[in-house]
């Protein structure tokens, strides 16, 4: 089992950074690959990042050359340096982990807000 707990949210303006974290505990951590997903208000769940467990990482369309997705295997723990935000980046972003047993964990979510 994983238990994920993101922070770093807040508000940024447009053309800000802002960087999540994802703590991780749980033996399945390893070798599980993680993903940010996040919630617009009215919109569907969309993927955002994943990183493998060797650092492969792969983005959505829309976030790709902004931000970047990183693990610390040894601290359990991922990250999501968002670079460049946009209004449209508002959202509610979820760490998730999908494990070699092909189990999906979720973290509770941390508000992102791009506003001027």
């Known amino acids: 089992q994983v238990q994920l707990v993101e922070s770093g949210g807040g508000l940024a303006q447009p053309g800000g950074s802002l960087r999540l974290s994802c703590a991780a505990s749980?033996?399945?951590?390893?070798?599980?690959?993680m993903r940010w997903f996040r919630q617009a208000p009215g919109k569907e769940r969309e993927w955002v990042a994943s990183?493998?467990?060797?650092?492969?990482?792969n983005y959505a369309l829309p976030v790709r050359g902004r931000f970047t997705i990183s693990r610390d295997n040894a601290k359990s723990a991922v990250y999501l340096q968002m670079n460049n935000l946009k209004p449209e980046d508002t959202a509610v972003y979820y760490c998730?982990?999908?494990?070699?047993?092909?189990?999906?964990?979720w973290g509770q979510g941390t508000q992102v807000t791009v506003s001027s």
């Open positions: 998730n982990a999908f494990t070699t047993s092909r189990d999906t964990y």
């Open positions: 749980g033996r399945a951590f390893n070798n599980s690959l």
């Open positions: 990183v493998s467990w060797i650092g492969g990482t």
